[in-house]
């Protein structure tokens, strides 16, 4: 058991540590001791992962002295609504818990994304703390303070920004990870690479099977990278009034596809991201912003490790071409009805565009092939 890089998100007073490590689950109630205090905790956690890992992380927290809970969700997207939120928050009334005490997210994206949220409105705001299960949770979703739930109009567009005390990134957790849930989490590894350093892509390009492989030295030098680079965009602009939104690379396409699929299991997050970066390449190139190659090159790393593309999205959402523009207009990026994409003008040269036409992206989505365009 070892904690391998600690990564700091600098926010003032609400800034917290992002610890990396390789079991440190079982040391979980070290960490989380001293900012629980005198009060409780509640795991909140899903029917795959909490049989997994609750009592482990039960077991650690009461040798520390931590009295806690668990209350465990449904598993997948379609938990995060306002029924599931509710049915938590009154749980966890009825336990009597205070603006003081402490929920623990241990899952994925989802458990995370909800029970930030909760933690935000529980009388007010209470503690929370992130043990995130899947790679996409360690690299991304987990840090930065976006929680969210979504709605029928859209994903996340119901939440707020809140951050965490804590993220706990225990690399022996992804051991049970399934693969495909590990490749959708590398997408969003790949993401920062596209997004900000052709470097670091470069290296995944030579060290992205290494990192699928779950190789200690590799996995730990990706998620540390990754979460280092969020951490930094997060600390410039935490609220996403600038340069944060270039974390949505891909996000926009990739948000409309999970929409049209209806938020259901054949189509996980990263999956529909990876689609959705190869298709804001292609738009960049179409526009004359970015060159083939590089359009061709992230292609051809996303196919060499099995990553989905745009043909290989479910049938229904690509018969749903002609919704997709109506799907984007609903963006949390967008302003004054105007679309903001995020772009490039290369690997690791992303940047928002704000006021994007729309009937020439909508003859872009309706013109995409089987195959791309």
Not at 280 to 307: E, I, M, P
């Amino acid at each position: 058991m070892s904690a391998l890089e600690t990564v700091r998100v600098n926010l003032g007073a609400r800034s917290y540590d992002i610890i990396i490590g390789d079991g440190i689950l079982a040391e979980a109630g070290k960490y989380c001791a001293p900012l629980i205090g005198a009060g409780k905790a509640a795991i909140i956690t899903d029917a795959n992962v909490g049989p997994i890992y609750g009592q482990a992380l039960a077991q650690s927290l009461a040798q520390a002295g931590i009295e806690c809970v668990t209350l465990t969700l449904p598993a997948g997207e379609a938990t995060k609504n306002f029924a599931q939120l509710q049915d938590m928050l009154e749980k966890l009334l009825g336990a009597e818990f205070e603006r003081s005490d402490t929920l623990i997210a241990l899952g994925g994206g989802v458990i995370g994304d909800i029970t930030g949220f909760a933690a935000s409105v529980l009388k007010r705001g209470c503690k929370f703390i992130q043990i995130p299960t899947t790679l996409l949770a360690q690299v991304d979703s987990s840090v930065g303070g976006k929680t969210a739930i979504n709605s029928p109009h859209g994903k996340n567009l119901i939440g707020a920004f809140y951050q965490p005390k804590l993220v706990l990134a225990d690399m022996a957790v992804l051991s049970t990870l399934p693969k495909r849930q590990l490749k959708a989490g590398y997408a969003e590894v790949v993401k920062y690479g596209l997004l900000g350093s052709e470097d670091f892509f470069g290296w995944l390009e030579a060290n992205g099977e290494k990192v699928l492989k779950q190789q200690p030295a590799a996995l730990g030098r990706a998620i540390a990278i990754s979460c280092r680079m969020k951490a930094d965009i997060v600390a410039t602009d935490e609220r996403e009034h600038g340069q944060r939104a270039l974390l949505n690379l891909g996000h926009s396409f990739g948000h409309a596809f999970e929409a049209l699929a209806g938020y259901q299991a054949d189509l996980l997050h990263g999956e529909a991201v990876a689609a959705g970066m190869s298709m804001a390449f292609d738009y960049s190139r179409a526009l004359g912003l970015c060159s083939g190659q590089d359009a061709a090159r992230v292609k051809a790393h996303f196919s060499s490790l099995g990553l989905m593309d745009w043909a290989a999205l479910p049938a229904r959402v690509r018969e749903q071409r002609g919704a997709m523009l109506s799907a984007m207009m609903q963006d949390k990026k967008n302003e004054g009805g105007a679309l903001t994409l995020i772009l490039t003008r290369g690997i690791g040269r992303a940047f928002v565009s704000k006021g994007e036409d729309a009937k020439k992206l909508n003859d872009f989505l309706l013109a995409y092939a089987k195959d791309g365009v």
